[in-house]
């Protein structure tokens, strides 16, 4: 579910601007552009491509954002030796307790049960 960087775990129904901007966001990473900046980058307002971003997947675009980072995070937890702290790093997250709390809420689990293999998906 969240184990390939092109989060998978996005409903997008194959909508091809989903697509398009998460490409944009994991390309991006560890900076991802703010909502403003995608939507110039994509020719339509934050509002407009906020109300795209939701018809196709359900959530907001910053949430979208939010997404693609902690999908990141989890590919690169279960296939690297990094340290939560490193990886955290890697998705613009500036401490790991950030990335922990994040991933408790959207996953039930913290990173380390990713990557013990305790948590299944």
């Not at 901007?21 to 990473?29: K, N, P, V």
Request: proline share 7%; net charge positive; no cysteine.
């Amino acid at each position: 579910m969240f184990g390939r960087p092109s989060t998978p775990h996005i409903p997008s129904s194959g909508n091809e601007l989903v697509r398009r901007l998460t490409q944009r966001i994991e390309s991006s990473l560890p900076k991802p552009p703010s909502v403003a900046a995608l939507a110039d980058e994509f020719a339509m307002s934050p509002r407009t491509l906020a109300r795209h971003v939701r018809a196709a997947t359900g959530q907001g675009a910053l949430a979208l954002v939010q997404s693609v980072r902690l999908s990141r995070a989890r590919m690169l937890i279960e296939t690297s030796r990094m340290t939560i702290e490193q990886v955290a790093a890697q998705v613009g997250y500036e401490d790991a307790t950030a990335l922990r709390r994040l991933m408790r809420k959207s996953a039930g689990a913290v990173p380390s049960q990713f990557r013990s293999g305790l948590h299944a998906a």
